[in-house]
């Protein structure tokens, strides 16, 4: 069975990093994409981050872009979120996902950590 651990987040300012951990047990690294999505009071669900399964290719929304990082340890079995200059829309609850990767779909999630970008 697939579990997502998350740890991290929290309250920062604006301007300030925060480094989220999702740590996975029940895969194998290398056969499953990850990602990180986000969602804000009374908002859907929204693509924040995507690493292919194999490592070589990583994707962003337009609007985290250029700040966050999303990256992989593969023998800790371990998903990281590094996010620099946040901003007050940057709160949001965030989660971490998994899928293989001949899914098309995430089917496996953390459990949320909320995050919190103050003026």
């Known amino acids: 069975q697939v579990q997502l651990v998350q740890s991290g987040g929290g309250l920062v300012q604006a301007g300030g990093d925060l480094k989220l951990t999702c740590t996975a047990s029940?895969?194998?690294?290398?056969?499953?994409?990850t990602a990180w999505f986000r969602q804000a009071p009374g908002q859907g669900r929204e693509f924040v981050a995507h690493?292919?399964?194999?490592?070589?290719?990583?994707y962003y929304a337009d609007s985290v872009k250029g700040r966050f990082t999303i990256s992989r340890d593969y023998a800790k079995n371990t998903l990281y979120l590094q996010m620099n200059s946040l901003k007050p829309e940057d709160t949001a609850v965030y989660y971490c996902?998994?899928?293989?990767?001949?899914?098309?779909?995430?089917?496996?999630w953390g459990q949320g950590t909320q995050v919190t970008v103050s003026l």
């Open positions: 996902a998994a899928r293989r990767r001949s899914s098309d779909e995430y089917d496996n």
């Open positions: 029940g895969l194998t690294s290398s056969r499953y994409a």
């Open positions: 690493m292919r399964a194999s490592g070589t290719n990583t």
